[in-house]
Nanobody
Framework: QLQLVESGGGSVQAGGSLRLSCAAS????????MGWFRQAPGKEREFVAS????????FYADSTKGRFGISRDNAKNTVDLEMNSLKPEDTAVYYC??????????????????WGQGAQVTVSS
């Protein structure tokens, strides 16, 4: 069982940056692809970015490509999400998630087995 804990959320003005971090424990971290999802009030949970078990390959939603960067440190069992040029529409609760798809190339919440508790990100205009 993989336990995930996010940190680093907060409030920022449009155009600013935030970095989210997710610490994993309770399992072999390299046995999992990792992803970030977000959910705004009244909306479905949506894919943000994901990363292969080795960190070699990364994948992004069209809405975050070029602005967000996902990375992982397998020595520290962490996965980070660097968010730049933030927009009000990026406001949501952000979730870290682990999948048994080692490639990390999966975008559906149903294909992720483990979830963190979420971190609030608020972007004001």
């Amino acid at each position: 069982q993989l336990q995930l804990v996010e940190s680093g959320g907060g409030s920022v003005q449009a155009g600013g940056s935030l970095r989210l971090s997710c610490a994993a424990s309770g399992g072999t971290f390299t046995n999992y692809g990792m992803g970030w999802f977000r959910q705004a009030p009244g909306k479905e949970r949506e894919f943000v970015a994901s990363i292969q078990w080795s960190g070699q390959n990364t994948f992004y939603a069209d809405s975050t490509k070029g602005r967000f960067g996902i990375s992982r440190d397998n020595a520290k069992n962490t996965v980070d999400l660097e968010m730049n040029s933030l927009k009000p529409e990026d406001t949501a609760v952000y979730y870290c998630a682990g999948t048994r798809f080692l490639s990390g190339r999966t975008y559906k919440p149903s294909e992720y087995d483990y979830w963190g508790q979420g971190a609030q990100v608020t972007v004001s205009s």
